[in-house]
């Protein structure tokens, strides 16, 4: 045996792999014994690589039949997809032979206006402006009611009941396509108003020497006052500085609100106003104001839940207050404001989406009408306006402007106009009918709208009272008029059912939105999720209503995929550049 082996052999140290403990060799003095470690070394390497070799074994074929099932998976999933692109490509050349409509350019409603419920020199001037300007009969009619209450400047209320008194105000609003001229509507019934507000601003200027004196007068008088108030209460150890302050205004009003007529300049319509500033401007115009304009300045993201306390009291001529620290104090007894506005129809979709205004009435006030050409191609030698129309109409309007109140009653100086017992009659019913369909709950969606609905048409009925008599209010509204003023009430009540019908509006919007997202980033196909992606601040409820309007306008297709997914297919007639409806 070689030394080598021996050495081998004999080893001075051996590894338990199972305890990790070193067996050494006894030290000298203590008690040996001979122990034969090769054997079982050998025995212990040959039981590991055994358990090794065994695990191994498992673990591959573990691994093998892992592969085997993740590669059925992916066999599975290629031939799923596979056959979804094939089903989508058929879905996809089906929806070639799908027509494709255009989006509606706001609500349609199929209603006929009632030309006939206005007075025949109205109805007459109605259809000769919508004819020259070439623009829909029911937006020119509209206008030309919201013309003649405004002139009225709350001059007249209409006495049903000791309990039930309807101020002659409306609230006109008319949803037109961009460039339909709607300043040109705006502009010929503006003008009797300007002409007289240029005549009265003429002799304000004249004066205004004697207006400058007056306001300097009143302003030291103001002072005199404070003044005088603060030496009196400084002596009371009592009062608080809030309370002092409340009674210093107190005394100061009645010198303050004449001094906020002296220096203003008479005034019958105002443009684009905040809440803020059209109570302040109806305080310094004897508390009576009229808005006519296009574009709708006043409801574009200008009415607030917190700031609409003045059309609410504008509308019935209740008393209106507003008290702040930072801004200018309004008091008054009986504000008027009507007003008349054309709008793009995205102003008034906007507007009827807000819950807010709709819980605090300001848009059951409102009398919507989405006015639509039908009169086919334009032409280009349109007629002009009859001279006598013009000027039977302007001078209506004056007259009315001019009228000066002589009834004196506890909030305004005002005509009380009566209803003659035909008329009474007429309006009863029609109110019994109304009841009835709102307990059939065919006033589901605008129920606010159907309970003011009686007030809207006593209040056109006496629209139409003003523009028949010299002197109104020597005549009691007639049964003819209130039925008209009935028929009115009514074609706007379609309107208003468009207008409150927010699922149809919400589908309207999201629609555009998908179409204006596609645009910018073409693709054949899309889920919902990736469409609330791109579009961002709205839901995928919201998204899919947008999406079945799409569908039902044959501009896309929903195809549901084997993994139940929902995937919007794109016509293939329909471009990204290209849009099928009016911005």
């Known amino acids: 045996m070689s030394d080598s082996f021996k050495n081998n052999l004999q080893t001075t140290e051996d590894v338990d792999i199972t305890n990790k403990t070193y067996n050494k060799e006894p030290q000298e003095g203590a008690h040996k014994t001979h122990t034969h470690t090769t054997p079982f070394k050998d025995m212990g390497n040959h039981k590991t690589s055994s358990a090794l070799h065994a695990i191994n074994h498992e673990t591959s074929i573990n691994n093998a039949v892992a592969n085997l099932a993740s590669s059925r998976k992916r066999r599975v999933k290629a031939e799923l997809e596979i056959r979804d692109a094939y089903q989508q490509n058929d879905f996809r050349e089906q929806l070639k032979y799908q027509a494709i409509t255009p989006l509606p350019?706001?609500?349609e409603?199929?209603?006929?206006?009632?030309?006939?419920?206005?007075?025949?020199?109205?109805?007459?001037?109605?259809?000769?402006?919508?004819?020259?300007?070439?623009?829909?009969?029911?937006?020119?009619?509209?206008?030309?009611?919201?013309?003649?209450?405004?002139?009225?400047?709350?001059?007249?209320?209409?006495?049903?009941?000791?309990?039930?008194?309807?101020?002659?105000?409306?609230?006109?609003?008319?949803?037109?396509?961009?460039?339909?001229?709607?300043?040109?509507?705006?502009?010929?019934?503006?003008?009797p108003f300007e002409d007289a507000e240029k005549a009265k601003q003429?002799?304000?200027?004249?004066?205004?020497?004697?207006?400058?004196?007056?306001?300097?007068?009143?302003?030291?008088?103001?002072?005199?006052?404070?003044?005088?108030?603060?030496?009196?209460?400084?002596?009371?150890?009592?009062?608080?500085?809030?309370?002092?302050?409340a009674i210093v205004a107190e005394e100061m009003r009645p010198y303050?609100?004449?001094?906020?007529?002296?220096?203003?300049?008479?005034?019958?319509?105002?443009?684009?106003?905040?809440?803020?500033?059209?109570?302040?401007?109806?305080?310094?115009?004897?508390?009576?104001?009229?808005?006519?304009?296009?574009?709708?300045?006043?409801?574009?993201?200008?009415?607030?839940?917190?700031?609409?306390?003045?059309?609410?009291?504008?509308?019935?001529?209740?008393?209106?207050?507003?008290?702040?620290?930072t801004a200018k104090s309004v008091r008054m007894r009986a504000p008027c404001l009507t007003i008349c506005s054309l709008v793009q129809m995205e102003v008034i979709e906007t507007l009827y989406s807000k819950n807010k205004l709709k819980e605090h009435g300001v848009l059951p006030r409102i009398l919507p009408t989405f006015a639509t050409w039908r009169g086919g191609p334009k032409r280009a030698d349109?007629?002009?306006?009859?001279?006598?129309?013009?000027?039977?109409?302007?001078?209506?309007?004056?007259?009315?402007?001019?009228?000066?109140?002589?009834a004196n009653t506890a909030d305004r100086e005002?005509?009380?106009?009566?209803?003659?017992?035909?008329?009474?009659?007429?309006?009863?019913?029609?109110?019994?009918?109304?009841?009835?369909?709102?307990?059939?709950?065919?006033?589901?969606?605008?129920?606010?709208?159907?309970?003011?609905?009686?007030?809207?048409?006593?209040?056109?009925?006496?629209?139409?009272?003003?523009?028949?008599?010299?002197?109104?209010?020597?005549?009691?509204?007639?049964?003819?008029?209130?039925?008209?003023?009935?028929?009115?009430?009514?074609?706007?009540?379609?309107?208003?059912?468009?207008a409150f019908d927010l699922e149809r509006l919400q589908a309207l919007k999201f629609a555009r939105k998908i179409l204006k997202w596609h645009e910018r980033y073409p693709r054949s196909d899309f889920t919902i999720r990736q469409a609330q992606r791109g579009i961002g601040r709205c839901s995928a409820q919201e998204i899919q209503s947008g999406a079945d309007m799409l569908e039902r306008h044959g501009m896309l297709g929903q195809y549901l995929t084997t993994t139940h997914s929902h995937k919007c297919i794109m016509n293939p007639n329909y471009p990204p550049h290209q849009f099928a409806f009016n911005r």
Not at 144 to 167: F, L, M, N, W
Not at 169 to 186: D, Q
């Open 414 to 498: 005002v005509y009380s106009l009566s209803l003659s017992n035909d008329a009474r009659d007429a309006l009863k019913t029609f109110e019994q009918k109304v009841n009835s369909l709102i307990h059939e709950g065919r006033f589901a969606n605008f129920e606010s709208f159907g309970e003011k609905l009686t007030g809207h048409a006593i209040r056109l009925a006496g629209t139409i009272h003003l523009w028949q008599h010299d002197a109104p209010n020597e005549h009691a509204i007639s049964e003819i008029s209130m039925k008209g003023g009935i028929d009115l009430a009514c074609y706007y009540t379609q309107h208003a059912m468009a």
């Open 105 to 107: 350019r706001g609500f």
């Open 202 to 245: 003429a002799s304000y200027d004249q004066d205004s020497m004697t207006c400058e004196l007056q306001k300097n007068v009143l302003k030291t008088m103001i002072n005199d006052v404070k003044r005088r108030a603060l030496k009196e209460l400084a002596s009371q150890d009592a009062l608080k500085r809030e309370e002092i302050a």
């Open 109 to 191: 409603v199929c209603a006929e206006f009632p030309i006939n419920a206005l007075p025949d020199e109205l109805a007459q001037l109605t259809e000769e402006v919508a004819r020259s300007l070439q623009v829909p009969l029911e937006a020119v009619g509209s206008t030309a009611i919201g013309a003649v209450t405004i002139a009225a400047r709350g001059k007249y209320q209409i006495h049903i009941s000791e309990e039930h008194i309807e101020a002659l105000t409306n609230y006109m609003l008319i949803g037109m396509p961009s460039g339909s001229r709607k300043s040109a509507i705006v502009s010929f019934f503006r003008r």
């Open 256 to 325: 303050q609100a004449l001094l906020n007529k002296s220096h203003s300049r008479p005034r019958y319509l105002l443009d684009s106003p905040t809440p803020k500033k059209l109570a302040e401007v109806m305080q310094q115009q004897d508390e009576a104001i009229g808005i006519m304009e296009a574009e709708g300045g006043l409801w574009k993201n200008r009415v607030r839940p917190n700031e609409d306390d003045i059309l609410l009291k504008g509308y019935t001529m209740e008393p209106f207050s507003n008290e702040t620290s």
């Open 382 to 406: 349109a007629p002009e306006i009859p001279e006598q129309s013009v000027i039977h109409y302007e001078e209506t309007v004056r007259r009315l402007l001019d009228t000066c109140p002589v």
